[in-house]
């Protein structure tokens, strides 16, 4: 890879600047920030050779474009990408909701007459609970999952240029299709965050003597919480019918467990538990 260009050096985009430059997988970094005040910042961290706020003097000699936003903004960002892409150019993205955002960007790219262009969608399962570039690092993505989630503007030869890079960055690929995707995610990732936040917002309360005897249990429960409410809020959103399904069979199971406790069944609760654990044990047996 000759030149990669990251829009949106936040804690995902700047982590990719980081692994990039640290595993030498391009000649030239290039870095578009939305602020010109943080053009400076990202050039005192020395990890790009070009740091600007005009896509005119970050994307036209690019081989590869990393979008690195939010998926509210892909559709304005890549509007004005796509006018001045490289021949041939490869774009991918890192965004947490895949189909809204690969049926945009193929959309975008089918009507603008320039089939030379290629986009793999894709979506590392890294992050925090912090964001912003001064939370980056180069080994967020080290053993991490990251699916690979193709469109009808991918290419077999686009496809396998995403799959190195994410591998060359640490992660262990799975090529998927977007909505099957964003069904898993509601599970393993969606669904979580809610968990979490509803569990803060129930036994957290400030007002309460209780979290007094709070312990580490319901600090690492909740450590997702503190994940950005602007960001959670779009993802969402964006994957409303997977999270609203999931969450439904949550609520049914969670109900349940209630009426086991309302009718003193114990051998129902110890079930409840039992499958809990072997459900954990089977899919992490090495924690």
């Not at 936003?69 to 965004?95: F, M, Q, R, W, Y």
């Not at 894709?122 to 609970?129: F, I």
Request: aromatic share 4%; net charge negative; with cysteine.
């Amino acid at each position: 890879m000759n030149n990669i260009s990251i829009i949106g050096p936040g804690l995902l985009g700047g982590s990719v600047a980081l692994a990039s430059k640290k595993f030498e997988l391009a000649d030239r970094i290039s870095l578009w920030v939305r602020r010109p005040a943080a053009v400076e910042e990202l050039m005192d961290a020395n990890i790009a050779e070009i740091v600007s706020n005009d896509f005119n003097e970050v994307i036209p000699d690019s081989d590869l474009i990393v979008l690195a936003t939010p998926v509210g903004a892909v559709g304005e960002i890549l509007s004005k990408i796509i006018p001045i892409a490289k021949s041939n150019a490869i774009i991918t993205d890192l965004c947490s909701v895949k189909k809204c955002v690969v049926s945009l960007v193929d959309k975008l790219l089918s009507n603008s007459n320039r089939e030379d262009l290629n986009f793999v969608g894709a979506h590392p399962m890294a992050g925090a609970e912090v964001g912003g570039f001064v939370n980056a690092r180069a080994d967020l993505f080290s053993g991490s999952v990251c699916a690979i989630t193709p469109g009808i503007t991918s290419s077999e030869n686009s496809e396998a240029v995403v799959y190195k890079f994410w591998e060359e960055l640490g992660c262990r690929c799975i090529k998927i299709d977007a909505s099957m995707h964003d069904e898993m995610v509601a599970k393993v990732s969606h669904l979580p965050h809610l968990i979490s936040s509803a569990l803060a917002i129930t036994s957290l309360d400030d007002k309460s003597d209780d979290v007094k005897l709070a312990g580490p249990g319901i600090k690492g429960m909740t450590r997702v919480a503190l994940g950005s409410p602007d960001m959670w809020a779009e993802i969402l959103l964006q994957n409303k019918d997977s999270v609203e399904k999931v969450l439904l069979e949550h609520i049914d199971s969670i109900s349940e467990v209630l009426n086991h406790l309302k009718d003193g069944q114990h051998e129902e609760i110890l079930k409840f538990l039992n499958k809990a654990r072997e459900n954990r044990i089977n899919c992490f047996p090495s924690d």
